[in-house]
């Protein structure tokens, strides 16, 4: 899921006349892509987070926290790609994600809760109010990989039975821990 919301991420930075270079695999950075303004040498440092949901919570390494939130820049911005499980069953790509651009110089350290000493978590509630949610229409190379996974997710949960039982599995755990932004009320297909 990383992989798709970093091609998003370079394929709506491109799209908006900017060069984007992925740092997702080397770590140490705390961000995913570097966006850069072709005509100017305006940086923008993206962390990029995708999830499996319609309401998700994000989490944080300590790494990416300290970069993006307490070193506070309109540099620096949080991607959210939230796939909807539902509609990645189908057939209709363009409707099985929305894609949110939070400015990180709007988010306060009090946002974040600690989860343990390596990993911060940012609730739906607190990220939503500060962003925009932005529509994307897929090039056909994207497609590619929502089938895959499309695919690994049915090797997961094969049928629909297996799913609910996730579902509901995850929907307690959430319940346990107070975590209302986790518990959607999507059906389940």
Known sequence: ??????????????????????????TGYGYDVLST????????????KTCLGVKRSIQLTLNEYSFL????????????ILLDRIDLLGRNFDECFSFFRVPCSQLQVSCFERVNPSR?????N????????????LPNEMGVVLHHIRDEYMKLFPDRVSRVLWYFNHRKEALNKGDNSMISNANIS
């Open 69 to 80: 939130v307490k070193e506070r820049s309109p540099e620096k911005w949080l991607y959210i």
């Open 126 to 137: 607190s990220w939503r109010p500060l962003s925009n949610r932005y529509r994307v229409s």
């Open 120 to 124: 911060r978590t940012l609730r739906y």
């Open 37 to 48: 303004q072709k005509d100017s040498k305006e940086n923008r440092y993206i962390e990029v």
């Open 1 to 26: 899921m990383e992989r798709f919301g970093v091609a998003l991420t370079k394929y709506y930075e491109e799209y908006h006349s900017r060069q984007a270079l992925d740092y997702s695999r080397n």
